[in-house]
């Protein structure tokens, strides 16, 4: 992931240039402003960025803002398949050229995209070089549409109170990590050495909520967390490990199904 869009390619010490611009003024437009400073992400970050979403091979990614497809390229060496998107003509050229010189042609993709448009379903990264607006505009499609597990990579710029997983200064550099979670919203039977009725109120990766116990008494549920698809979380002393798959959940010796 070489650069941001190229509307949307400041320095950290030039975000003047696009003070002006809204997200939607941005994409609304149908030619590529080219007139605002090109940075490349540097290869050390590109690096450590695959190297902190553990990129492998078999893995599909995709770069929003993949300029000279530095990124798609370099995971593509990695073993995995790539696909990245940019607002310049230039750079898709650029990313191109690249990939047929490093010899993984077979295992990439650059084109000229609506973002907003993108199939997110099939990712399991995703990788960014965005304004904070723009990330903040894709974060409901992100936890909606990607599988729980998939994770996100960002170079310079969050995702608003959605908590990274890891944040890392790279030379200089923010590095953002993500992993999506897996929905468990709502109110859960559970099944096994203790049967409960309970309510979660999850936000992102984390969720507490309360534990209706057989014989009327209620419980906190404290500790809740989700890695992708893994839960944990307590009620009282105990604690519950498993597997989030849909509408239900499955532990060592205790099972769930939404209700």
């Known amino acids: 992931m070489a650069s941001r869009f190229a509307v949307l390619r400041p320095t950290f010490y030039a975000l003047a240039l696009v003070a002006t611009l809204t997200a939607g003024a941005v994409y609304a437009q149908q030619e590529p402003r080219l007139d605002v400073i090109y940075v490349p992400t540097p290869q050390q970050v590109v690096d450590r960025m695959l190297a902190i979403a553990q990129v492998k091979q078999g893995d599909y990614m995709i770069d929003f803002g993949c300029g000279d497809g530095r990124m798609v390229v370099t995971a593509a060496k990695r073993g995995?398949?790539?696909?990245?998107?940019?607002?310049?003509?230039?750079?898709?050229?650029?990313?191109?050229?690249?990939?047929?010189?490093a010899g993984v042609t077979d295992k990439v993709e650059f084109k000229i995209a609506n973002l907003f448009e993108e199939d997110l379903s099939k990712a399991d990264v995703m990788a960014m070089y965005l304004l904070t607006d723009i990330n903040l505009r894709l974060r409901p499609k992100i936890l909606d549409t990607m599988k729980p597990g998939s994770r996100i990579v960002s170079h310079a710029f969050d995702m608003g109170d959605w908590k990274p997983e890891v944040h890392e200064n790279?030379?200089?550099?923010?590095?953002?990590?993500?992993?999506?979670?897996?929905?468990?919203?709502?109110?859960?039977?559970v099944d096994g050495?203790?049967?409960?009725?309970?309510?979660?109120?999850?936000?992102?990766?984390?969720?507490?909520?309360?534990?209706?116990?057989?014989?009327?008494?209620?419980?906190?549920?404290?500790?809740?967390?989700?890695?992708?698809?893994?839960?944990?979380?307590?009620?009282?002393?105990?604690?519950?490990?498993?597997?989030?798959?849909?509408?239900?959940?499955?532990?060592?010796?205790?099972?769930?199904?939404?209700?």
Request: proline residues 3%; positive net charge; without cysteine.
């Open 80 to 101: 995995a398949r790539g696909y990245g998107v940019d607002i310049n003509p230039q750079r898709i050229k650029e990313a191109n050229e690249n990939a047929k010189a």
């Open 170 to 189: 790279v030379d200089g550099r923010n590095v953002y990590f993500w992993i999506v979670p897996a929905k468990v919203n709502g109110t859960w039977q």
């Open 193 to 259: 050495p203790n049967k409960m009725k309970v309510t979660l109120d999850q936000t992102y990766q984390f969720f507490t909520g309360k534990a209706e116990m057989d014989g009327g008494k209620t419980l906190d549920i404290t500790d809740g967390r989700l890695k992708g698809n893994e839960i944990t979380f307590k009620v009282g002393d105990q604690t519950y490990t498993g597997k989030v798959d849909g509408n239900s959940i499955n532990g060592a010796n205790w099972k769930a199904t939404k209700a």
